[in-house]
């Protein structure tokens, strides 16, 4: 996104002149994905804003957007002068595109209403939700329209502060209804880029995006062949899963990873933004110790006394305990007041 102008400086006049809400890392992943669509592409866009992006879609091919178009409260309070809030920019939106000789068919629609009835697609961009149900919505709308290898990129996919939505895609990944495009972008940009599948009108059906992240019992381990943005999908699914409550089952997972500076630099991205419910912060609070002890060296030789302090004790009896079956939180817990005591 932009960076934000200066005091007083809130207006038409000084907004950007392809205003957009995504950076240059971003517009640039955009655009090397629309070189790579065949002629005369069907393209459809989720969140428009103000058509900084749409612009460059619509050059490429027939464009599609899909928006309430009504001004929000955060556009009101980064742009006081523009719009009122609930207005609708829909006039702006296309101004600004006639200013470049383009156009675009507009589908005004809150996202939950909108259901797509055209031809095949080509691509779609989404850059309106924030949970994973919405973008399950998204996906339901088009599923069933998008071309064989059709090209859908998520802004947000592999932003760490929307794991629900992280863990969702990793998820349609491991069931095969996408797959994920290795692109080579830069770890600051947090577009998820993915290809439609055989299965991927499978996403249509009702299933709620909590149950579909809840479904898979036990998550894959991290091979280290995958990409960063593989990784990071799954970490994010692995962080979300322990989150919600699921620590004996990740401890498991974790006694059975190999130890990677690559896991551990992706967590500790991960970690400090999420939001864990009081219910579960105490015990995610320790397995998260024990994720980054576990990650953070490939020789622990060097021990603090295990009776130094209970983090010192939780991670004795995590090496202690790790090589026999059975581990759980509570007799891990169990054996770091022992170790203590003793």
Not at 185 to 211: D, F, G, H, Y
Request: proline share 6%; aromatic share 8%; hydrophobic share 45%.
């Amino acid at each position: 996104m932009h960076g934000p102008l200066s005091e007083g400086k809130f207006s038409v006049e000084n907004l950007p002149d392809t205003p957009r809400m995504m950076g240059e890392a971003d517009v640039a992943l955009v655009d090397q994905i629309l070189a790579k669509l065949p002629p005369e592409p069907r393209l459809i866009e989720f969140g428009p804003w103000l058509g900084g992006v749409s612009e460059r879609l619509a050059r490429r091919g027939e464009l599609h957007v899909v928006d309430r178009f009504q001004w929000s409260e955060l556009n009101a309070k980064n742009y006081p002068d523009v719009l009122p809030v609930g207005q609708s920019f829909r006039p702006l939106f296309e101004a600004r595109l006639a200013q470049q000789g383009l156009g675009a068919r507009i589908h005004q629609s809150e996202i939950e209403d909108f259901k797509w009835s055209g031809a095949k697609l080509d691509f779609c961009l989404i850059d309106a939700p924030r949970s994973a149900e919405d973008l399950l919505t998204c996906l339901r709308s088009i599923g069933a329209s998008l071309a064989p290898s059709s090209y859908v990129l998520v802004k947000h996919g592999l932003n760490p502060a929307h794991l629900d939505m992280l863990s969702l895609i990793d998820v349609m990944i491991a069931l095969g209804w996408f797959g994920l495009v290795k692109t080579g972008q830069p770890k600051w940009c947090n577009i998820a880029v993915l290809r439609s599948t055989e299965a991927t009108s499978a996403c249509m059906q009702e299933t709620p995006a909590e149950a579909l992240i809840a479904s898979l019992d036990e998550l894959d381990s991290f091979p280290e062949s995958m990409t960063r943005e593989a990784l990071t999908l799954r970490i994010g699914r692995f962080a979300h899963w322990a989150s919600e409550g699921h620590v004996d089952q990740a401890l498991k997972l974790l006694k059975a990873q190999p130890v990677s500076p690559d896991v551990l630099a992706i967590w500790d991205v991960i970690e400090p933004q999420m939001v864990v419910s009081k219910e579960h912060e105490g015990i995610f609070a320790a397995f998260a110790e024990l994720f980054c002890f576990h990650h953070g060296s490939r020789e622990k030789t060097l021990w603090a006394p295990a009776d130094e302090s209970p983090i010192w004790a939780m991670r004795h009896a995590w090496l202690a305990t790790k090589g026999g079956g059975g581990l759980s939180i509570e007799t891990l817990l169990d054996a770091t007041q022992s170790e203590k005591r003793d």
